[in-house]
C-alpha cells in the first residue's frame, strides 16, 4: 500500500491466513477476494464475497499480510473502518465484518442495515 493512502478495510490474522487459502486454493489464476455489498435479507443489505481473476475498473486495492482484497467501488462508503475477521466456532465458520456503519443486523446474522459513512473521511 503506497504511503499516506487510507485504507477503506483491515483484515484480522485469521481473514488474511483465510484468503490466502482460497486464492491458492482456487481453480483458476486468482487474484484475490472481492468484498462489496448488495440488497437484500431481511434487514436489507448483506455482504458478497467473490474472488477476482481481473480486477474492475475503480476497485480499491488492499495488500495487507500477503493476501488481497478487492472493495467494490459501490461498497466503499458503506465498509469504511470495516475490519474483516475469520471464526470457526462448533457451528459455523466463515468470514465476519466488524463494521461502524452498521445501524442494525437480522436475528439470523445473515444480513444487515448500513448507512453510508462521511466521503470527507476519505480525504484523509
Known amino acids: 500500500m503506497p504511503a499516506g493512502k487510507f485504507q477503506v478495510m483491515t483484515m484480522t490474522d485469521a481473514a ?3 484468503v490466502r487459502e482460497l486464492v491458492d486454493n482456487a481453480d483458476t489464476d486468482v487474484l484475490g477476494l472481492r468484498v462489496g455489498i448488495k440488497k437484500g435479507g431481511c ?3 448483506e455482504y458478497t464475497m467473490d474472488l477476482v481473476n481481473e480486477p474492475k475498473p475503480g476497485d480499491d486495492r488492499i495488500d495487507d499480510k500477503g493476501a488481497t482484497l478487492f472493495v467494490d467501488p459501490s461498497a466503499v462508503l458503506f ?3 470495516t475490519e474483516m475477521d ?4 462448533k457451528f459455523r465458520s466463515g468470514f465476519v465484518f466488524k463494521n461502524p456503519n452498521e445501524v442494525s443486523a437480522c436475528g439470523c446474522g ?3 442495515s448500513l448507512q453510508a459513512a462521511d466521503p470527507a473521511l476519505l480525504a484523509r
Open 16 to 18: 488474511a491466513e483465510r
Open 43 to 45: 434487514a436489507g443489505m
Open 79 to 81: 465498509l469504511l473502518g
Open 86 to 89: 475469520f471464526e470457526i466456532t
Open 110 to 112: 445473515e444480513s444487515i
